[in-house]
Structure formats: C-alpha cells, structure tokens
C-alpha cells in the first residue's frame, strides 16, 4: 500500500511539471507571438553582442514597420533555407518596407541572405538574451534539453517582467547595443528550439557555401 502510494505521488509530480511546463511553452508562444520563440545562436557572426550558445527571444508581435536601424531581428533568408538572425543596418525602401542586415562581427552584407528582408520574411525582433545556456542542447539530448531550456528562459522572463513593466534589463534594443558601423554585421546561425539546424556561411565563404557541423 505504501510503494503504491509513493507511485501514484511520483506520477502526480511528473504530470504537475509536464502540465506546468507545457503551460510555460504555450503561454510564451502566444505571449511572444511566434512559434519558435526561442533561438540557440550556432555561429560568431554577430561576437561580441551575441555568441555562440546564447539563448536568444525573438518576439513576433513586434510590427516589421516598427524597426529601427540597430534592431537585432531574426528573418528567413530570402533565397537560403536559413533562419538568421542579424542587425538592421539600412531601410532599403519604404513601400513595401525593405531593409538589409549585417552580422556585427563580419564586413559585409550578403545578397540573398542578408537583403533585402521584407514583411515575408521576417520572425521577430530579439527581446532578451540568456547567454550559454544553449550548452544544454549539446549535454542533453531531445527533448530533455529544450524542455530545460524552456523552463529556465520561461522562469527568467516572468521574473524580469514581474519587477517592473519599465525594467528594460536584459532587452537587447538599439539603445543598449552599440549601433552598427561599416566594418561590422551580416549572418549569425542560429539553431531552434524545434531540433532543426540551419547553417550560415562565414564571413570568408560565398553564400551558397555551408558549413557543416
């Protein structure tokens, strides 16, 4: 009778986390305003503001009409199966809005990959960085290390926004970040939290070059 109650208390704490945690991925979806909020950045491209295992949270429900040159945005490469996440260097055009990125740590921008980004091809601009905590996905395997991600990234953002709505610590915006100069910006990889890859070329290689793992 004791063995069977220490069971049937195990199973309930396992469906307490599960359901809390599925409450977390959900509510910060919708929250955030787009499916995958959460980014492990896989390259050095956009060193020193952004390395390679940052966590990063994009946040969709900011309008594409409301960036600012030195906002850092994630977007899919126009002609790339790749999702990137870069500053916005330059407003290419108005109508239809048109800009061009570049990663802070490489030269130039890349055509096809870093412009011109538009209306359809933007995800969402980054809101908050948690750095290396994306190490776990290399630890852990699927979908242990995400659902740990999740819950880490989900408790941080709850605590940061419960201080205080003007608390800004954290928020990665064109006021906290250097803004972008001629010798930096264009491609940073990125890898999200749904187990897919993508792969950016570096600096020093041709867009249609990739790099693998």
Request: negative net charge.
């Amino acid at each position: 009778m004791k063995k069977n109650s220490v069971t049937s208390g195990f199973v309930k704490d396992i469906i307490i986390v599960v359901i809390g945690i599925a409450i977390i991925w959900i509510g910060l979806r919708v929250t955030l305003g787009t499916e995958n909020p959460f980014y492990v950045v896989s390259s050095g491209s956009m060193i020193p503001n952004l390395n390679i295992f940052d966590v990063i949270v994009v946040n969709g429900n900011i309008p594409f009409d409301h960036l600012k040159i030195g906002d850092i945005i994630v977007f899919h490469a126009p002609s790339e199966d790749l999702v990137i996440v870069h500053r916005v260097a330059e407003v290419l055009n108005q109508n239809p809005l048109t800009i061009r990125t570049k990663g802070d740590a490489n030269p130039g921008s890349i055509p096809g990959v870093d412009f011109p980004i538009t209306q359809s091809n933007y995800i969402g601009k980054v809101v908050y960085v948690v750095p290396q905590i994306g190490y776990v996905t290399r630890i852990l395997t699927p979908p242990i290390n995400y659902i740990i991600i999740a819950v880490i990234v989900g408790i941080m953002i709850v605590k940061q926004f419960g201080k205080s709505k003007t608390n800004t610590v954290g928020v990665l915006s064109s006021e906290d970040l250097p803004p972008s100069s001629d010798n930096s910006s264009a491609s940073a990889e990125t890898r999200n939290l749904a187990d897919k890859e993508y792969f950016m070329p570096d600096k020093d290689q041709k867009p249609e070059e990739k790099k693998e793992e």
